[in-house]
């Protein structure tokens, strides 16, 4: 059994950590897209957390995560050398990948980390890849280099114009559709929002859009149902089924009305 020992843990952006783990059995069966439940300690809730980096040789497996509720902020807590609690993986379905052509990976906040494999595989398999990379400003951002060594271009986007276009990334991608460029497929990880906006930009292009999907999940292998939501009418749930679905098939309302369902359980937690 692994020990998740914390190898090494850095802050590369404000609440932003990046924490990689000896886990040598997730390590081995890693593929782009997959996630994993992280439990800080014996008293903290579970954590998905998108797989941002692994070595197969070396046993390690890296995360990105967004110190936000009471568990990320005991996660963050934790420093090298400790042991993770419980580190549990792989889970969900990869990202699909195939020679598709053109293909636009859209990242935000800990969803910069979440796309950074698919660039890779995505480029090793035959495809022109373009990431777009946002934040509020260019001091959140980060893996700029590690981007741009696996892309064939990375488009920065910055709410306050500090570094790339003045915006977000799917205005970024929106100007792009409109001016004529082609993408086989588009990909995007993040927050809710900025997926859902994606999603809206897209959808008149008839571009192809996946979306990783990030619900409320307790279990991660489909017992408790937490992590449902419906697309095209028929429930789904996020770890067995996803996490990954065509966003223009995903109903929004349901997603938004539920994430926002234990807000105030959370804000209590972090507070006790």
Not at 70 to 81: D, I, K, P
Not at 250 to 272: F, G, M, P, Q
Request: with cysteine; hydrophobic share 40%.
């Amino acid at each position: 059994m692994d020990k998740n020992e914390i190898i090494e843990k850095e802050q590369i952006a404000p609440n932003i950590h990046s924490c990689t783990v000896d886990a040598p059995g997730i390590a081995k069966k890693a593929l782009p897209g997959q996630f994993v439940i992280v439990i800080p300690d014996e008293y903290s809730e579970r954590v998905p957390v998108t797989i941002a980096d692994w070595d197969a040789e070396k046993g390690y497996v890296t995360i990105i995560f967004l110190e936000i509720g009471a568990s990320t902020q005991r996660l963050a807590e934790l420093n090298t050398g400790d042991d993770i609690y419980s580190f549990t993986g792989p889970l969900g379905k990869p990202f699909e990948i195939e020679n598709f052509g053109t293909v636009a990976l859209v990242g935000g906040c800990y969803g910069i980390g979440g796309i950074y494999r698919a660039a890779k595989t995505l480029k090793e398999n035959g495809n022109k890849v373009i990431c777009f990379s946002e934040a509020r400003s260019k001091f959140l951002l980060y893996w700029n280099k590690k981007l741009e060594e696996v892309a064939d271009e990375v488009r920065y986007s910055t709410v306050d114009g500090s570094l790339g276009s003045k915006g977000h990334s799917f205005d970024l991608l929106e100007d792009n559709l409109k001016s004529g460029e082609h993408f086989d497929r588009i990909m995007a990880v993040g927050c809710t929002f900025m997926m859902y906006r994606v999603a809206r930009v897209t959808k008149p292009f008839g571009v192809k859009t996946i979306v990783s999907m990030n619900p409320v999940m307790i279990d991660g292998t489909g017992m408790c149902g937490a992590c449902r939501l419906v697309v095209e009418g028929e429930t789904k749930f996020a770890c067995v089924d996803g996490p990954h679905f065509d966003a223009h098939k995903i109903d929004w309302n349901i997603v938004s009305d539920r994430r926002k369902a234990y807000l105030e359980e959370e804000i209590i937690s972090k507070e006790r």
